[in-house]
């Protein structure tokens, strides 16, 4: 009986899961299906599903309007310079608020706190300036500046830090390894997971930035995918198969991406996002 | 015999001393150390955070002028603000964004989190599932909603008209423009709130719902008195910073109007007035004025909710 109950039980928390899943998927599902299609077949009244031939061609079409290498490469080189940025920094930061003592430390701390409670568009218009002076205005580096370190990623390593036992840190002290020593070779291969969780935030959100590259990078070889598919609405306007296939040229590494490595992302934004 | 004894307390005082500056030695060590290591994240910090928000906050009381030259103005931008009635439109429009999404992210990723913490086959493809929308760019997403919601040949009009409904016009009707930007920001925030509840639902020890089970309580009356509770510092967590990002909507909102629709003035947040008076209208000054008016907002909310707190959170 009570078995019974519990597979009855099941099958409805399928049924509501399932639901809620096509939800999330089926606009997903239908950009793919509008890409291929031809314009009269995307506005067909009742909708065609699917279209008589498979217009990839579509693709190329859209490829050819706008530098999408140029996007790849930009936001590859956006999301590298961030995480890199930001993991080094932020690790050597949070060691030494987790694990050293010198005068000030509260302070910068505080620093940090302070930093991570105001929204982040305060810092855009000075971030702006700074970037305009250097003349840095289209240009990669730009893109990176805002992400080079991270108070974020200071604080959430800091508390990873202190989660961990000092007994080897010790040992290495003994042994007369530097403090330098003891943070690069022990507690780095330590914190690996939460290393790799701060990256993996920090990709995800560099990758969806839209408002930064916007501004900073308005000629459209130096746009990143965000800001590049931003603009596709003005290049097509009401072309949708063309535009849903701007899109997912737009999404699809990132998706792959995910795919592939998701039990890894999910990990790494609960540990991460959860502390924010 | 004194001198030996003086000779002792000698060798002693000579051993404080040595341990004293060995001491000092290390600690100098660290200090150094220390200061090495928060350097870049320190220099980062001030130059790109500390010293703009000071900035920003002093651009507030300022015209710019062109060739960057700026004069004081007092509180000009912020009178100005008080009265500007796209501000005022604005901020209604950023509370009514917020109040109909936080709400529904909230409810509806703790349920999908409670789902999916059940014993169930499939878990893990559900999941990435739900993620999804979290890594898509948020123009392709507002993209393809765009095209849902298209009012002649969109699918939701569609589905709408096959069980006798007759959609509305989802972008551009004044009324209904910015319920469509909540559902657009509901579907993307799902997944990534799901995935925190789920993180502290995992924490709830198995045997409160084994012995609530003992004693006959229905799944229901489990969930209010053992989920809810539990979970509660979660649900705080989520409930401030999904505040706190819808207050800061923007993404959205610049994909899926323009400034020729018709709902324009309707959905137009805090955040997109932003944008548009300091870089599309170039006015700095104003466009600091609206930030901080919008720290403003945000601060008074988030000190209320962790007043709050302590009325509804079980730590």
Redesign the interface.
């Known amino acids: 009986m009570k078995k019974l109950n519990n597979s009855r039980?099941?099958l409805l928390?399928?049924v509501?899961?399932i639901m809620?899943?096509a939800?999330?998927?089926l606009?997903?599902v239908?950009?793919l299906l509008?890409s291929v299609k031809t314009l009269g077949e995307?506005?067909?009244?009742?909708?065609k599903i699917f279209p008589d031939i498979f217009q990839w061609g579509n693709y190329p079409a859209v490829m050819k309007v706008l530098p999408f290498a140029s996007f790849y490469v930009n936001t590859i080189l956006m999301m590298a310079g961030r995480v890199i940025g930001s993991v080094l920094?932020?690790a050597?930061?949070a060691?030494?608020?987790a694990r050293?003592?010198?005068?000030g430390?509260n302070i910068?701390f505080g620093?940090?706190l302070?930093?991570m409670m105001?929204?982040?568009?305060?810092?855009?218009?000075?971030?702006?300036?700074?970037v305009q002076k250097l003349g840095l205005l289209n240009t990669v580096s730009a893109l990176i500046?805002?992400g080079?370190?991270?108070?974020f990623g200071?604080f959430l390593l800091r508390q990873f830090f202190m989660g961990l036992p000092k007994d080897l840190e010790e040992a290495a002290k003994l042994d007369g390894c530097t403090?330098?020593q003891t943070?690069y070779k022990i507690m780095l291969p330590l914190s690996r997971s939460g290393l790799i969780a701060l990256g993996i935030f920090t990709a995800?959100f560099a990758?969806?930035d839209?408002?930064w590259p916007l501004?900073v990078n308005m000629s459209i070889d130096k746009m990143t995918?965000?800001?590049g598919?931003?603009s596709?609405?003005g290049q097509f306007s009401t072309n949708?198969p063309q535009?849903?296939a701007g899109?997912?040229l737009?999404?699809w590494p990132?998706?792959l991406?995910?795919?592939i490595f998701?039990?890894r992302?999910?990990s790494g934004?609960?540990?991460s996002?959860?502390k924010? | 015999m004194i001198s030996k004894n003086e000779n002792s307390v000698e060798i002693s005082m000579e051993k404080n001393i040595k341990v004293k500056k060995k001491i000092s030695k290390s600690m100098l060590n660290e200090w150094k150390w220390g200061y090495i290591m928060i350097l870049p994240t320190f220099i980062g910090l001030m130059a790109l955070n500390i010293i703009p928000a000071i900035q920003t906050l002093i651009l507030s009381f300022e015209k710019a002028g062109s060739f960057g030259k700026s004069t004081w103005v007092g509180l000009d931008n912020y009178k100005k603000l008080f009265q500007d009635p796209a501000i005022i439109q604005a901020t209604y429009n950023t509370f009514k964004y917020t109040i109909l999404s936080v709400p529904c992210i909230v409810v509806l990723s703790l349920i999908v989190a409670v789902l999916l913490n059940q014993k169930i086959k499939g878990t893990s493809v559900y999941r990435t599932i739900f993620f999804l929308p979290m890594v898509a760019a948020p123009a392709a997403i507002a993209m393809i909603w765009k095209w849902l919601f298209n009012s002649e040949y969109g699918l939701i009009n569609y589905f709408l008209a096959m069980i006798g409904i007759a959609g509305p016009n989802w972008l551009s009707d004044p009324n209904v423009a910015l319920i469509s930007v909540v559902i657009v920001g509901v579907w993307s925030a799902v997944g990534y709130n799901m995935v925190l509840f789920l993180a502290g639902l995992q924490e709830i020890p198995k045997d409160y719902y084994e012995a609530a089970n003992i004693d006959g309580a229905t799944p229901l009356r489990q969930f209010f008195s053992i989920t809810i509770p539990l979970v509660s510092p979660t649900m705080f967590f989520v409930v401030v910073t999904n505040f706190i990002g819808s207050f800061q909507v923007f993404d959205t909102i610049f994909m899926l109007t323009d400034p020729n629709n018709p709902a324009f003035k309707n959905t137009q947040s805090l955040v997109y007035l932003f944008y548009r008076s300091s870089f599309v209208l170039n006015d700095r000054g104003y466009g600091s004025a609206i930030v901080m008016f919008l720290l403003a907002i945000i601060m008074v909310i988030t000190a209320i909710q962790l007043k709050c707190q302590k009325k509804w959170v079980n730590y």
């Open positions: 039980r099941n928390i399928h509501v899961l809620g899943a939800i999330m998927i606009p997903f239908w950009m509008t995307s506005v067909q009244v009742p909708p920094f932020s050597m930061a060691y030494a608020c050293l003592n010198f005068p430390k910068f620093l940090v302070f930093q105001i929204p982040g568009q305060i810092f855009i218009i000075p971030q702006f300036l700074i500046v805002p080079v370190v991270s108070a200071t403090i330098w943070f995800l990758f969806k839209l408002m501004i995918l965000s800001s598919l931003a596709l609405q949708y535009l849903m899109s997912l737009g999404i990132m998706l991406i995910f795919i998701q039990k992302f999910i934004i609960a540990t996002g959860g924010l």
